[in-house]
């Protein structure tokens, strides 16, 4: 019945304050606007009592499977907590898929018919004022949650992954101008330049031996500068290692590094990255905004 009442489709609660407020219409104004809330306020009441009961039978469920698979796969792992071990990709894959993934199963089965999903900010769904009593800071969770899973499995597959685009610059620093090659390898693609004119450059991550990670390599006069980052999130602890910043539009980002060289001076590498949609993962926050909440 619960998900009936938000849908405004028959039940027994609306059918029962349709049929009173067909007797109040027989009275006259005076009476209807004195009698109308004794005689419908106690099926609002009701209607609240099913909503609240569905909300308690939900939460259990979501606090026994999902919210304790959250935890142990999101809080205190890489990428959305920046101290952690990596969180592995398959379990992230069976809590996060937009598909199949346990997070998105229960919300499909227990929580779909309860929600408004704006643009802007989800919020409950409502009847006459009356909705599935869930917090802000849940469905908020669960904005975030959908925004990151969407951005980690491409339209139609079941592995993580994004393919974007990567654009160099000449380094900068006191010593740029000794610099005569810079070396990006990301998952076993390797892109490199030597100050010819730049243009953009294909990559997908993590890559075909996603185990190498990613190696940034920068070759000053006879000296080879490194920054390596090892496994799946290579790339993403390279770029927490360097300064993320918006670019143009919102599918574009600049990151740079600052790498010292023997004589002291370091030098600066900067590359801009350009995802293939507004839902990617490199997108500021999309990890460290994602939240495991305890209750609905």
């Known amino acids: 019945m619960a998900k009936s009442i938000v849908s405004g489709e028959p039940n027994d609660l609306s059918q029962a304050m349709k049929n009173t407020d067909t007797i109040l219409q027989k009275l006259d104004p005076e009476s209807i606007e004195a009698v109308s809330p004794l005689l419908i306020e106690p099926w609002m009441i009701a209607m609240r009592g099913v909503l609240e009961r569905a909300k308690a039978e939900a939460s259990k469920r979501w606090e026994a499977d999902i919210y304790q698979a959250c935890q142990r796969n999101v809080e205190g792992r890489f990428p959305f907590r920046a101290g952690g071990g990596d969180a592995p990709l398959a379990d992230l894959a069976e809590l996060f898929h937009p598909d199949n993934g346990l997070m ?12 408004e999903e ?5 919020e409950p769904r409502q009847w006459l004022g009356v909705g599935m009593p869930i917090s802000n800071e849940f469905l908020s969770s669960l904005q975030h949650a959908r925004f990151l899973s969407e951005s980690l499995f491409p339209k139609g597959s079941s592995d993580v992954g994004a393919v974007f685009e990567l654009y160099p610059y000449p380094p900068q620093g006191g010593v740029s101008k000794s610099v005569s090659e810079i070396r990006l390898d990301i998952g076993g ?28 390599r920068v070759q000053v006069g006879h000296e080879w500068i490194t920054k390596e980052y090892k496994d799946w999130w290579g790339l993403f602890r390279l770029i927490q290692a360097g300064h993320l910043v918006p670019g143009s539009g919102e599918t574009q980002y600049r990151v740079r590094w600052e790498l010292p060289t023997a004589e002291g001076r370091p030098v600066q590498v900067q590359y801009d990255i350009r ?5 990617n993962p490199f997108r500021p926050g999309v990890f460290e905004q994602v939240r495991c909440v305890e209750h609905l």
């Open 189 to 216: 693609q390797e892109l490199r330049y030597r100050m010819e004119p730049q243009e953009w450059h294909e990559m997908k991550w993590p890559g075909p031996t996603p185990a190498t990670g990613a190696v940034l």
């Open 118 to 122: 704006g643009l802007e900010r989800w």
């Open 275 to 279: 995802a293939r949609g507004y839902k």
């Open 104 to 115: 998105w199963k229960y919300y499909q089965a227990e929580l779909k018919p309860f929600v």
